[in-house]
T-cell receptor, first 117, second 112 residues
Framework: EAGVAQSPRYKIIEKRQSVAFWCNPISGHATLYWYQQILGQGPKLLIQFQNNGVVDDSQLPKDRFSAERLKGVDSTLKIQPAKLEDSAVYLC???????????????FGSGTRLTVV | AQSVTQLDSQVPVFEEAPVELRCNYSSSVSVYLFWYVQYPNQGLQLLLKYLSGSTLVKGINGFEAEFNKSQTSFHLRKPSVHISDTAEYFCAVRGGGNKLTFGTGTQLKVEL
C-alpha cells in the first residue's frame, strides 16, 4: 500500500513570497489532516478535512493560510504571504472512513520542510 | 482541553541500557494516549496507543508504556535500547473530533 505522498520535500522562500504544498493521501482515506511542526515543538493541527469539507480549521491562521481539497482526494496548503515564523515542517496525515488516530490506518506523510528567509 | 507535557527534551543513554521517556497528560474527556516516533526527515510512526483495558500497552520495536490514571502519566519504556532507536519521541492525547495534541518531544540519543 502506498503511503501518504507529499511534495516538495524542501522549500526555501523569502518572506512575503507565497508557497504551496501538496498532499496525496492513501487511496480510499476520507479524512485528511495538515499539521505544522515548528522546530523544537510537537506537531499542531492546522486543518482537518472530511472528504472535501472542512471539519476543523480553528488553528489555521486564515489571514495568510488557506487549504483546499476540491475533489475529496489530494489537498493543497498555501501560505501567502509567508513570514519568518512560518518556517516549519508541514505534515499531512490521512485516515480511512470512520477512522482517526484511535483506529488503524491513521498515517503521516514525510512532510515538507519550509524555510523562510 | 487536552495537553501533554514531556519534561525531558533530551535523554542520552548507552546501547543495551534501559530507558524511560516521561509523559504527563491533562484531559477533560475520555483519555486516549499515544506515543509516536520520528526519525530524521521522516513523518511520525505510531509506536503504541492506549484506548482502554490493560494499563500496560505493548508496541512495536520492543517498546511499552504504562497508563497511570492517578498520576496522569503515560511513560514509555524499553528494557534494552539499540543504536537504531535514536530518534525523537512524541507523546500525544486525542481530544474531541479526532484532534491529536502533541507534547514537545523527547530526543533519545543512544550512544555506543
Amino acid at each position: 500500500e502506498a503511503g501518504v505522498a507529499q511534495s516538495p520535500r524542501y522549500k526555501i522562500i523569502e518572506k512575503r513570497q507565497s508557497v504551496a504544498f501538496w498532499c496525496n493521501p492513501i487511496s480510499g482515506h476520507a479524512t485528511l489532516y495538515w499539521y505544522q511542526q515548528i522546530l523544537g515543538q510537537g506537531p499542531k493541527l492546522l486543518i482537518q478535512f472530511q472528504n472535501n469539507g472542512v471539519v476543523d480549521d480553528s488553528q489555521l491562521p486564515k489571514d495568510r493560510f488557506s487549504a483546499e481539497r476540491l475533489k475529496g482526494v489530494d489537498s493543497t496548503l498555501k501560505i501567502q504571504p509567508a513570514k519568518l515564523e512560518d518556517s516549519a515542517v508541514y505534515l499531512c496525515a490521512s485516515s480511512p472512513p470512520g477512522g482517526g488516530p484511535t483506529k488503524d490506518g491513521y498515517t503521516f506523510g514525510s512532510g515538507t520542510r519550509l524555510t523562510v528567509v | 482541553a487536552q495537553s501533554v507535557t514531556q519534561l525531558d527534551s533530551q535523554v542520552p543513554v548507552f546501547e543495551e541500557a534501559p530507558v524511560e521517556l516521561r509523559c504527563n497528560y491533562s484531559s477533560s474527556v475520555s483519555v486516549y494516549l499515544f506515543w509516536y516516533v520520528q526519525y530524521p526527515n521522516q513523518g511520525l510512526q505510531l509506536l503504541l496507543k492506549y484506548l482502554s483495558g490493560s494499563t500496560l500497552v505493548k508496541g512495536i520495536n520492543g517498546f511499552e508504556a504504562e497508563f497511570n490514571k492517578s498520576q496522569t502519566s503515560f511513560h514509555l519504556r524499553k528494557p534494552s535500547v539499540h543504536i537504531s532507536d535514536t530518534a525523537e519521541y512524541f507523546c500525544a492525547v486525542r481530544g474531541g473530533g479526532n484532534k491529536l495534541t502533541f507534547g514537545t518531544g523527547t530526543q533519545l540519543k543512544v550512544e555506543l
